[in-house]
């Protein structure tokens, strides 16, 4: 599986942005898909998951993003707003079929997009 990440940008603090991951051939709604960041010299760290139907977030991005599933398309979107100068950086989303106590661990993830970078001015 390969995935395609899109929707990184520029935006004002407050603002917002939506992340997209898609797999570019044959959707398999099977896989669980997590999103992480990752700034230069550091891990890759974890942001939100969608397992199964159920969703997971990191603390310091809960009732801020939110990530839901397009079950037509099976692309999944990771809505971000208020949106701080700290969350600038590079994001990645990984697919793969980790269980569910190790979903945000990025070294259970088996395929991932190139990432997208998401800059946020204050």
């Known amino acids: 599986v390969q995935l395609q990440a899109s929707g990184g940008g520029l935006v004002q603090a407050g603002g917002s942005l939506t992340l997209s991951c898609a797999p570019p051939e044959r959707p398999d709604s099977r896989y669980s898909v997590g999103w992480f960041r990752q700034a230069a010299g550091e891990e890759r760290k974890f942001v939100a998951a969608i397992a199964r139907g159920r969703t997971y977030y990191a603390d310091s991005v809960k009732g801020r993003f939110t990530i839901f599933r397009d079950n037509v398309e099976n692309v999944v979107h990771l809505q971000m707003n208020n949106l701080t100068p700290e969350d600038t950086v590079v994001y990645y989303c990984?697919?793969?079929?980790?269980?569910?106590?190790?979903?945000?661990?990025?070294?259970?993830?088996?395929?991932w997009g190139q990432g997208t970078l998401v800059t946020v001015s204050s």
């Open positions: 990984g697919a793969g079929r980790p269980i569910l106590s190790a979903i945000s661990n990025p070294q259970v993830y088996d395929a």
